[in-house]
T-cell receptor, first 111, second 115 residues
């Protein structure tokens, strides 16, 4: 079983749609959680950290459930520019900053 | 601007011909990482340097080696590239001990093609 698993996708949605990404992690020692965005042939870029209390950044909302080892990302009012691959990422407790990436879910927002 | 720079951006090498990818940083971060990302797959950590200490992931093939001659530079050496090593190689840095999510920085990657 992979340490970080995500919806396989791809998600094809119209502009303005709300889209949700789900992620589960297997290592209970995971300490920190993130969503990264990766455009085609580019490096991953941090979208947002994920906190136990849930957090929001504009149209983006992230949730963490430690008991279920589940992470989510909600994008409201999706834009064409949101088209990218969204990577769920965890950092293990005690690791030297090592990030473990999920495979990513590709999102295509259509006009 | 402080940043992580990878060279070259694109590299084509022949099967079995050793190749070296480079990464430099001006952030003075104490940790440097190398990730391999194959098409449509997750970035996979190969190894990292914590200061001068080398830390290899258990499943990283022996064919992959790394050097960190000083704080600023880190190299990825592939001794005998195979066709399956075609991938994007990402270098990243961070300063362990502070809020990682604020300073984890990726380079733009080197896209390696083995022919």
């Amino acid at each position: 079983r992979k340490e970080v698993e995500q919806d396989p996708g791809p998600f094809n949605v119209p502009e303005g749609a709300t889209v949700a990404f789900n992620c589960t992690y297997s290592n209970s020692a995971s300490q920190s959680f993130f969503w990264y965005r990766q455009d085609c042939r580019k490096e991953p870029k941090l979208l947002m950290s994920v906190y136990s209390s849930g957090n929001e950044d504009g149209r983006f909302t992230a949730q963490l459930n430690r008991a279920s080892q589940y992470i989510s990302l909600l994008i409201r009012d999706s834009k064409l520019s949101d088209s990218a691959t969204y990577l769920c990422v965890v950092r293990r407790r005690g690791s030297q900053g090592n990030l473990i990436f999920g495979k990513g879910t590709k999102l295509s927002v259509k006009p | 601007d402080a940043m992580v720079i990878q060279n070259p951006r694109y590299q084509v090498t022949q099967f079995g011909k050793p190749v070296t990818l480079s990464c430099s940083q001006t952030l003075n971060h104490n940790v440097m990482y190398w990730y391999q990302q194959k098409s449509s797959q997750a970035p996979k950590l190969l190894f990292h340097y914590y200061d001068k200490d080398f830390n290899n992931e258990a499943d990283t093939p022996d064919n992959f080696q790394s050097r960190r001659p000083n704080t600023s530079f880190c190299f990825l050496d592939i001794r005998s590239p195979g066709l399956g090593d075609t991938a994007m190689y990402l270098c990243a840095t961070s300063r362990v001990g502070s809020s990682t999510e604020l300073n984890y920085t990726f380079g733009s990657g080197t896209r390696l093609t083995v022919v």
